[in-house]
């Protein structure tokens, strides 16, 4: 059983488009970080919420985390390939981490 | 700064054999997690050490083993290695633990069990 549901577990789009990955749980998470994740590499930290409500921009990128502190999308403008990777979330309870099932995106040219 | 570096990069072992991962967190982390990531399982949680104690532990068999030492690097072990050991081993770091810690990994170890 996952602690974090993402979906959709797999996205292909246009150069151009815009997409939205959830991140969902029943449980309260202390922060929430994203991850982007290349294939053979290690996950690459992109952003960490904390406050419930909280909006961060990245550029391109734009992260919430829900009011309740159970659940956090992000949003990608004007998606380019370099956006292609497995996006992860991963929601800290001070003890451990969890990490979600994962999306991933490619952007076709 | 540099980052979290694991060693080696690729491996390639026999079923029935041991095998040692290495992990050195960034300068001044002193928490290192352990995690199996395949296509078919995701990312799964091995276990964390800080302060050279092991402070959580995932669902794995004994086979999974770690340590951390005294200047926080961290080895993992994988004893009797069996085909659906074969992953890539990531690492991560964190400066201590806690609520709002945010935890760095490394490339990874890409274990290939034949």
């Known amino acids: 059983t996952q602690l974090l549901e993402q979906s959709p577990q797999f996205l292909s789009i246009q150069e151009g488009e815009n997409l939205t990955v959830y991140c969902n749980s029943s449980?309260?998470?202390?922060?929430l970080q994203w991850y982007r994740q290349e294939p053979g590499e290690g996950p690459v930290l992109l952003v960490t919420?904390?406050?419930?409500?909280e909006v961060k921009k990245l550029k391109r990128l734009t992260f919430q985390f829900g009011d309740a502190r159970k659940d956090s999308s992000l949003h990608i403008t004007a998606a380019q390939p370099g956006d292609t990777g497995l996006y992860l979330c991963?929601?800290?309870?001070?003890?451990?981490?969890?990490f979600g099932t994962g999306t991933s995106l490619t952007v076709i040219p | 700064k540099a980052g979290v570096t694991q060693t080696p990069r690729y491996l390639i072992k026999t079923r029935g054999q041991q095998v040692t991962l290495s992990c050195s967190p960034i300068?001044?982390?002193?928490?290192v997690s352990w995690y199996q990531q395949t296509p078919g399982q995701g990312l799964q949680f091995l276990f964390e050490?800080?302060?050279?104690?092991?402070?959580n532990k995932g669902n794995f068999p004994g086979r999974f083993s770690g340590r951390q030492f005294s200047n926080s690097r961290s080895e993992m072990n994988v004893s009797t290695l069996e085909l659906g050991d074969s992953a890539l081993y990531l690492c991560?770091?964190?400066?201590?633990?806690?609520?709002?810690?945010?935890?760095?990994f490394g490339q990874g170890t890409r274990l290939t069990v034949v």
């Open positions: 050490y800080f302060s050279e104690t092991q402070r």
């Open positions: 919420v904390v406050t419930g409500g």
């Open positions: 449980s309260v998470f202390s922060s």
């Open positions: 300068s001044g982390h002193r928490s």
């Open positions: 991560a770091s964190r400066t201590i633990l806690g609520l709002n810690t945010e935890a760095f």
């Open positions: 991963a929601g800290n309870t001070g003890n451990q981490f969890y």
